[in-house]
């Protein structure tokens, strides 16, 4: 079964909380737009020459919903993003590989307060390749 999931470790917030691991699950839709850094140089009648940009020239995107969840779990996970501002976490994909853990940063999320208990969230992760 595909996964689309990250977790988030115990007391990995400083409140303490969660008081154990937690994995967040994404909603089904969620997509991934991937693309190659190429560089190329264009010459007369049409010729090109294509060369990768650097080692890991993939760039991939993925846009993530957490909807009609317990205000609990997205205030959760919204302290979670704010706390790895600019710092990296695992992500894990199903792709063509089989389940993948690829690093990720969360560059920006927003919440809607549909209702006093549920609450929903949009998110951006943006691969990258760092140890």
């Known amino acids: 079964m595909a996964q689309f999931q990250f977790t988030i470790d115990a007391g990995a917030i400083s409140t303490g909380s969660p008081a154990s691991n937690t994995v967040v699950v994404a909603d089904r839709g969620l997509s991934r737009q991937s693309s190659h850094r190429v560089l190329t140089a264009t010459f007369g009648d049409g010729y090109e020459q294509r060369s990768?940009?650097?080692?890991n020239t993939k760039d991939d995107m993925?846009?993530?919903?957490f909807k009609?969840?317990?205000?609990?779990?997205?205030?959760l996970i919204a302290a979670f993003f704010d706390v790895k501002a600019g710092k990296n976490f695992n992500f894990v994909v199903t792709d063509h590989l089989g389940d993948t853990s690829l690093k990720v940063v969360?560059?920006?999320y927003d919440i809607n307060y549909s209702h006093d208990l549920y609450h929903s969230m949009n998110c951006t992760f943006r691969r990258v390749y760092e140890p």
């Open 68 to 75: 009609n969840r317990d205000a609990e779990q997205i205030n």
């Open 62 to 65: 993925f846009s993530l919903t």
């Open 52 to 55: 990768l940009d650097g080692l």
């Open 106 to 108: 969360c560059d920006s």
